[in-house]
């Protein structure tokens, strides 16, 4: 309680990712009221978590984007001055040519903002990749006339759009997004199902990433997908694919948030409490490797976000290589109690 007492005073200390770090390890879980997530995965012979096979190759293009959204756990918006370089996207095209990797995964931040986007996704789609995901606040494609033809460019190169919508009624939208995302992701979601995302026979594939909008687990991925789809369907005639459900993991802004509602503790009871052995062997660090904007490889975004990076000979997209990669140990620290409560968590939506 001191040190919460003490970080709450000196709020801006958690914008050090080795101060979140700190506070995660410490309270709760030092004084051995909680298990330290290494033993709780130890109980199953989890511990250490290995790699599985890589199929998830995510590319963090920047964290500059036109929200600030109140839980973002890259803690984007429009003043972060980092995005990818083309130099570090010509060694991200050298490994998408020949990676095992069937899926490649953009995000940000606002991907959309690097100004070297529409020329990246020209070259990795001629890499063959399977399934091309882009993560879209989907507002990005109203902020300015530059990106209004977004819709038609994913269409034209089969992007797969995840668009972020944390709910379908404005209110709670808005309270977590910001004044006016609510309305604007409507008129972007119909753009998108305009030229054809979502519609049968198609194939251009939308789907939608919701996470609660406070200290709480998100609730039956299917049971909100029907919520949604009903939903969007009645009162603007939208259609999308599938929802996934994601849980906040307690870092960066969502983590400072906790703090300020004094909700830490409760929550972080509430995700241990929830812990689901079976989702273990299935967080997206099993199949992912996360790479941040210059180039860093890590075992997922929420370690990028940490600066915990891979525990490996390669660190450096430059010097990647499948096989030391794929024996890796993966780092894990109490965040990760955010992947593995109730049906699980990861970029994809639940595990089970
Ligand atoms: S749109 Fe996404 S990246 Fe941008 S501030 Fe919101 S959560 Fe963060
Ligand atoms: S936070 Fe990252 S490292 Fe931890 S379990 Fe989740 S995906 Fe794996």
């Not at 940000?108 to 903002?113: D, F, I, K, R, S």
């Not at 990005?140 to 944390?166: G, M, Q, R, T």
């Not at 919701?210 to 997908?225: D, I, R, V």
């Amino acid at each position: 309680m001191a040190l919460l007492k003490s970080l709450k005073a000196r709020k801006s200390d958690l914008s050090k990712p080795e101060n979140q770090l700190a506070f995660l390890n410490n309270g709760i879980f030092k004084e051995g009221k909680l298990p330290l997530f290494k033993d709780k995965i130890a109980e199953t012979g989890n511990f250490p978590l290995k790699p599985r096979k890589l199929e998830i190759l995510q590319l963090n293009l920047g964290y500059m984007c036109n929200q600030v959204c109140s839980h973002c756990h890259v803690d984007a918006g429009p003043d972060r001055k980092e995005i990818m370089s083309r130099e570090t996207m010509l060694q991200c095209l050298d490994v998408i040519r020949h990676t095992k990797a069937h899926t490649l995964d953009l995000t940000g931040g606002a991907p959309e903002m690097n100004p070297n986007f529409r020329w990246f996704v020209e070259e990795a789609s001629k890499a063959g990749i399977k399934d091309f995901i882009v993560r879209s606040n989907l507002t990005i494609i109203l902020a300015n006339k530059k990106y209004h033809d977004l819709p038609e460019f994913f269409k034209k190169y089969n992007v797969h759009v995840a668009s972020s919508l944390p709910f379908y009624k404005r209110e709670k939208t808005d309270k977590q997004r910001g004044k006016g995302v609510f309305n604007k992701s409507i008129k972007v979601l119909q753009m998108l199902n305009e030229v054809g995302y979502a519609q049968e026979g198609s194939g251009l594939k939308l789907d939608l990433v919701y996470n609660p909008a406070g200290a709480f687990l998100p609730a039956n991925q299917g049971g909100l997908e029907r919520d949604f789809k009903k939903a969007l369907k009645e009162d603007f005639n939208i259609e999308f694919n599938s929802l996934f459900a994601i849980t906040n993991l307690p870092i960066s802004r969502f983590l400072e948030y906790l703090i300020a509602s004094e909700n830490y503790e409760d929550y972080m009871y509430a995700l241990v409490d929830a812990y689901n052995p079976a989702a273990v062997q299935n967080v997206m660090c099993t199949n992912t490797i996360s790479v941040s904007w210059d180039g860093w490889l890590y075992d997922c975004d929420f370690n990028q976000m940490l600066e915990l990076k891979v525990n490996s000979k390669v660190k450096h997209i430059s010097e990647y290589n499948e096989t030391l990669l794929n024996n890796r140990q993966i780092r894990i620290s109490q965040h990760c109690y955010g992947c593995t409560a109730g049906a699980g968590s990861s970029c994809q939506g639940t595990l089970d």
